[in-house]
């Protein structure tokens, strides 16, 4: 059996401000550089944003009288899609970087994790260090915290500590973030 096409009906783009015929109050307050600020009648305000050739877009609608603006809506949505793409591009992106230790990890390991450590913080990362203790291990959680706490210390230049070494299940973790100033 065919199916017979049903056309849908057409969606109007929903805009996120009222513009022109679509704004419901009586007057409204205009606002704007090409007009004289005040509270109008919805007519008037119609009829100066025809004089334009612009559109009143209300700005404000919660407001009482709404407020309103006489200007070009395509123009005006153009040049806030491109402010907000430029936020969002300025926006920082935390990157968080692990680093595990054993609680007996040995100087050569040691000193090979300190230089990734510090080589993270210098690129601006975040540093999340952490002792992980299996098994029965869990016994030397003193060594575990001295280890982090001296890796704080040697990290003091690039780095400061965020959270202090705290012990969560199995896990003894502390966090380190980059100093502004050092990139």
């Known amino acids: 059996m065919r199916r017979k096409f049903k056309p849908q009906p057409q969606r109007e783009n929903k805009n996120p401000h009222n513009i022109n015929e679509k ?14 600020m005040g509270v109008y009648p919805i007519a008037k305000a119609m009829e ?7 559109d009143l877009v209300e700005i404000s609608p919660n407001a009482n009288p709404p407020v309103c603006k006489i200007i070009d809506y395509k123009k005006f949505l153009y040049e806030q899609k491109k402010r907000d793409k430029a936020l969002k591009a300025k926006a920082t992106k935390v990157i968080i970087k692990e680093i595990r230790f054993g609680p007996q990890t040995d100087d050569h390991d040691y000193d090979f994790k300190k230089r990734h450590a510090e080589k993270f913080l210098k690129e601006g990362a975040k540093l999340k ?36 070494p705290k012990l969560e299940g199995k896990r003894m973790t502390m966090f380190i973030a980059p100093k502004p100033n050092k990139k």
């Open 129 to 164: 260090a952490y002792v992980f203790f299996k098994g029965r291990s869990i016994v030397y959680k003193d060594q575990g915290e001295i280890l982090l706490l001296k890796l704080a210390q040697e990290l003091e230049e690039w780095g400061k500590v965020e959270q202090m």
């Open 23 to 36: 704004i419901k109050a009586r007057e409204v307050r205009l606002v704007g550089d090409n007009v004289e």
């Open 48 to 54: 100066m944003a025809n004089e334009q050739e612009l």
